[in-house]
């Protein structure tokens, strides 16, 4: 039996009458902090407050008294939500959907995550739906999406790349950057440094990222070499830094590459213009000074060869000619470079390829042992922009350093062709020489550098083939290899009324 203390402490029984059951459960239906309504197939028998304020009215009774939900909104999402649920009302299983979106009578639009299932209504089987208003979630989703979206549109149209890394150093994604973002991609699962050039990986940047990864600190500004398949060689600014999760635990870095390929070349030849310019400075007044110095050692010796009485003293003073000679002619190779002449002035080639195939084969010629191959797009031959005296110089010097890098003969081939963008004639004379490293070709273009042995040359000729080059508009660039010959590719400018 069970005492009148213990039934005072139990849980309150519900009412025995019907009405107050159902005023019970009417109050708290309007007091949940969720919108309830209770319909069968879209005719609404019950609504709460909150549910009549998502909807824009002031009462329930306004919503019973629509009749059918049907007539409020019919293109409305919720609508066709609540036609589902009358479809699944046979089952007898609850459904729940969300992120819904709904308009409210005034065109306002709010979402709900709906809860529902069927229940026994006055002696029929009707829907019970409870709906969480989920507005401000959803908003803030949308937005994360736009602006990811948006993160991601930049990302694809921005030049440089961007990366995932996991902890390790292996590359996990990449985003953006075209044809550099291409190239990365083909990387992905390796570990960044193995894509570094065997030569280029004792670099102080290459240590420098390794002990940012290893230590888990950021990384700026550090450009180093990559082999990039498709793209070739590439010097690429890296930069990074670490990514940590909620536990402060390192799970891997992010940042960017940066192709610097076309600004370090822009750096480089600004540097050798600047020096060019300074060192011809210098090497004008200098060599000057030389010649007319050598003036009367030319002229005495010469006399004194003549007036020599026996073989010893002529053969001493020929000797004294010939050095004095090949000093001259250093000389008129340092004045010309200091002092480059515009032979005739700027003019016009009419017949570029001729010019060129005459002055590669009597350069050929001075090298019986090595073979020359000719190769030229018919399109490619319109008149460009420089002299003929110049290009014949251009020619015999490009030539004159194959041979000599070829000792054992070898082969020259020098082709012709419009240049891609049909703006100038691309020159193209490659050897199959013993090539160059890279460090070496980037110095090729620099006065004085020479890679020949002391007295076999000036290191002049490229600078002044350069400088030519320059003051036609034109570029030229060297591409080598150890043990794979080298490559002058020049782009000589083709008139204004033929480009």
């Known amino acids: 039996m069970t005492s009148p203390a213990s039934a005072a402490n139990g849980p309150s029984p519900m009412p025995e009458d019907a009405d107050d059951r159902q005023e019970l459960f009417a109050t708290l239906l309007d007091g949940s902090n969720q919108a309830i309504l209770i319909h069968d197939r879209l005719q609404p028998l019950y609504a709460n407050r909150r549910f009549a304020k998502l909807l824009g009215f002031e009462t329930p009774e306004e919503v019973i008294a629509l009749g059918w939900l049907e007539d409020l909104i019919p293109i409305q999402r919720l609508v066709r939500a609540f036609v589902v649920w009358a479809r699944v009302l046979e089952s007898g299983q609850p459904v729940s959907l969300t992120d819904v979106r709904g308009l409210n009578r005034q065109g306002g639009e709010f979402y709900v995550d709906i809860h529902t299932r069927p229940i026994q209504w006055?002696?029929?089987?009707?829907?019970?739906?409870?709906?969480?208003?989920?507005?401000?979630?959803?908003?803030?989703?949308?937005?994360?999406?736009?602006?990811?979206?948006?993160?991601?549109?930049?990302?694809?149209?921005?030049?440089?790349?961007?990366?995932?890394?996991?902890?390790?150093?292996?590359?996990?994604?990449?985003?953006?950057?075209?044809?550099?973002?291409h190239a990365f991609s083909l990387m992905l699962g390796d570990r960044w440094v193995n894509h570094v050039p065997l030569d280029a990986r004792g670099d102080t940047a290459v240590h420098a990222v390794e002990a940012a990864l290893a230590t888990a600190r950021p990384f700026r500004?550090?450009?180093?070499?990559?082999?990039?398949?498709?793209?070739?060689?590439?010097?690429?600014?890296?930069?990074?830094?670490?990514?940590?999760?909620?536990?402060?635990?390192?799970?891997?870095?992010?940042?960017?590459?940066?192709?610097?390929?076309?600004?370090?070349?822009?750096?480089?030849?600004?540097?050798?213009?600047?020096?060019?310019?300074?060192?011809?400075?210098?090497?004008?007044?200098?060599a000057h000074e030389i010649n007319n110095l050598l003036q009367p050692i030319l002229t005495f010796s010469r006399l004194a060869a003549e007036r020599a009485d026996n073989d010893r003293d002529r053969e001493a003073m020929e000797t004294v000619l010939a050095s004095a000679r090949q000093a001259r002619d250093i000389v008129r190779t340092v004045l010309e470079f200091a002092r480059p002449r515009n032979l005739g002035g700027i003019g016009i080639i009419a017949d570029p390829v001729t010019v060129i195939d005459k002055e590669a084969r009597v350069a050929a010629d001075l090298a019986p042992g090595m073979k020359l191959t000719l190769a030229h797009?018919?399109?490619?031959?319109?008149?460009?922009?420089?002299?003929?005296?110049?290009?014949?110089?251009?020619?015999?010097?490009?030539?004159?350093?194959?041979?000599?890098?070829?000792?054992?003969?070898?082969?020259?081939?020098?082709?012709?062709?419009?240049?891609?963008?049909?703006?100038?004639?691309?020159?193209?004379?490659?050897?199959?020489?013993?090539?160059?490293?890279?460090?070496?070709?980037?110095?090729?273009?620099?006065?004085?550098?020479?890679?020949?042995?002391?007295?076999?040359?000036?290191?002049?000729?490229?600078?002044?083939?350069?400088?030519?080059?320059?003051?036609?508009?034109?570029?030229?660039?060297?591409e080598s290899s150890l043990g794979a010959g080298t490559r002058f590719i020049l782009t000589l400018p083709y008139t204004p009324e033929t480009s």
């Not at 991601?152 to 292996?170: C, I, K, N, Y």
């Not at 490659?430 to 070496?440: I, L, R, V, Y």
């Not at 002391?454 to 083939?465: M, P």
């Open 122 to 181: 006055q002696g029929r089987t009707v829907i019970f739906s409870s709906l969480i208003d989920v507005t401000a979630r959803a908003r803030a989703k949308r937005e994360l999406e736009r602006n990811y979206l948006r993160y991601r549109q930049l990302a694809e149209s921005a030049h440089d790349v961007f990366w995932d890394m996991t902890p390790d150093g292996r590359l996990s994604q990449v985003e953006g950057g075209d044809d550099l973002g």
């Open 377 to 478: 797009t018919p399109a490619g031959n319109r008149p460009i922009v420089g002299t003929r005296a110049e290009l014949g110089q251009i020619i015999a010097n490009l030539i004159k350093n194959a041979r000599e890098a070829m000792e054992d003969g070898g082969e020259v081939a020098v082709t012709t062709a419009p240049a891609p963008d049909d703006s100038a004639l691309e020159l193209c004379i490659a050897d199959t020489g013993p090539g160059m490293s890279e460090t070496t070709c980037a110095r090729i273009f620099e006065p004085f550098f020479t890679t020949k042995e002391f007295g076999k040359g000036t290191g002049l000729g490229l600078s002044i083939v350069y400088g030519i080059i320059r003051r036609w508009g034109g570029t030229i660039r060297c």
């Open 221 to 286: 500004n550090l450009t180093l070499p990559f082999d990039l398949g498709p793209l070739g060689r590439r010097l690429i600014e890296m930069n990074g830094v670490p990514v940590r999760d909620e536990a402060d635990k390192l799970i891997g870095f992010r940042g960017t590459f940066r192709d610097e390929t076309g600004a370090e070349q822009a750096r480089r030849e600004g540097e050798l213009q600047r020096n060019l310019a300074a060192l011809g400075r210098v090497a004008g007044g200098v």
